[in-house]
C-alpha cells in the first residue's frame, strides 16, 4: 500500500519561492508515475506537474511552465516541486499522488482514476 506525505507548504509573497516535498512509501517497480496536484476553494482538482519515476521525464501544466520545477531523489523516495514566481491564483491544497503508468495523461483529470495512492494535502497561500 502506497503510502504519500506532503510538506512545505506555506504563506508567501507573490514573486517569492517555495519547495514542497513528497515522501513515499509502499513504492514498486510497477509504480511509474509521481506527482503534484491542487485544488483552490470552489475549483476542481487540476494536474500541476508529474515526474516518470527513475526516468526522470517533467510534464507540466501550462499555467506553471517555466515557474515550477518538479525533480525526485530516487533513493529516498521523495519527489520535490520547486515554486518560483508564485502568483496569488497558485494559492490551493497541493496534493501529492503516485501511480498510472502514462505520466502526461495524468495532468488531466479524465486521467485521475489512473492513481492509486493520495497524500493529505498541504496549503500554499500566496499574497499580493
Known amino acids: 500500500q502506497i503510502q504519500l506525505h506532503e510538506s512545505g507548504g506555506g504563506s508567501v509573497q507573490a514573486g517569492g519561492s517555495l519547495r514542497l516535498s513528497c515522501t513515499a512509501s509502499g513504492i514498486t517497480a510497477s509504480t511509474k508515475c509521481m506527482g503534484w496536484f491542487r485544488q483552490a476553494p470552489g475549483k476542481g482538482r487540476e494536474g500541476v506537474a508529474i515526474?516518470?519515476?527513475?526516468?526522470?521525464?517533467?510534464y507540466y501544466a501550462e499555467s506553471v511552465k517555466r515557474r515550477f520545477t518538479i525533480s525526485q531523489d530516487y533513493a529516498k523516495n521523495t519527489v520535490y516541486l520547486q515554486m518560483s514566481n508564485v502568483k496569488p491564483e497558485d494559492s490551493a491544497m497541493y496534493y501529492c499522488?503516485?501511480?498510472?503508468?502514462?505520466?502526461?495523461?495524468?495532468?488531466?483529470?479524465?486521467?485521475?482514476?489512473?492513481?492509486?495512492?493520495w497524500g493529505q494535502g498541504t496549503l500554499v497561500t500566496v499574497s499580493s
Open positions: 499522488a503516485a501511480g498510472g503508468d502514462r505520466c502526461g495523461l495524468l495532468l488531466h483529470p479524465a486521467h485521475f482514476s489512473a492513481l492509486d495512492a
Open positions: 515526474i516518470h519515476i527513475g526516468v526522470g521525464s517533467e
